[in-house]
């Protein structure tokens, strides 16, 4: 490991980096959950739109919603949800989609435009500061 001008290892220094990220990313996820806790407490039915590298991510949410809060919920790719689930969104329905760099990215926010026709509870988790269309 080579050491870094200030005497601490590169590897500890970006240990320090993600750790202070990490911090902060948790910090905007409780305030995100605090915002919109009373919406999602109402919810009968989650769903996640995912494309790419990160489609993992929606199917992970899909089983530990189911199995912490007992709420329906289903992981799609982008391409699959719009083969068919796409017609289930009634009012109830809460759709988080996930927003990444991606030639994927303008069809998943012309399919969020779409579903928040149907139901004002649609979501972007991304790293820009909007999270409603």
Same mark, same amino acid.
């Given at each position: 490991?080579?050491?870094?001008?200030?005497?601490?290892?590169?590897?500890?220094?970006?240990?320090?980096?993600?750790?202070?990220?990490?911090?902060?990313?948790?910090?905007?996820?409780?305030?995100?959950?605090?915002?919109?806790?009373?919406?999602?407490?109402?919810?009968?039915?989650?769903?996640?739109?995912?494309?790419?590298?990160?489609?993992?991510?929606?199917?992970?949410?899909?089983?530990? /919603?189911? =199995? @912490?809060?007992?709420?329906?919920?289903?992981?799609? &790719? #982008?391409?699959?949800?719009?083969?068919?689930? $796409?017609? +289930?969104?009634?009012?109830?329905?809460?759709?988080? /989609?996930? =927003? @990444?760099?991606?030639?994927?990215?303008?069809?998943? &926010? #012309?399919?969020?435009?779409?579903?928040?026709? $149907?139901? +004002?509870?649609?979501?972007?988790?991304?790293?820009?500061?909007?999270?409603?269309?």
């Amino acid at each position: 490991m080579r050491p870094h001008p200030n005497g601490q290892s590169l590897f500890l220094e970006k240990i320090n980096t993600v750790t202070t990220k990490i911090n902060k990313i948790i910090k905007k996820n409780e305030t995100f959950v605090s915002q919109y806790n009373d919406d999602f407490k109402d919810a009968v039915r989650f769903s996640v739109i995912d494309y790419g590298a990160t489609v993992g991510t929606a199917k992970e949410m899909e089983t530990k /919603f189911s =199995e @912490t809060i007992r709420v329906a919920s289903q992981g799609y &790719k #982008l391409e699959a949800y719009m083969h068919g689930p $796409y017609l +289930e969104v009634n009012p109830e329905h809460r759709i988080f /989609f996930i =927003e @990444t760099p991606s030639p994927r990215l303008s069809k998943a &926010k #012309l399919l969020k435009a779409y579903e928040s026709q $149907y139901t +004002e509870h649609v979501f972007a988790i991304t790293k820009a500061q909007s999270i409603r269309p």
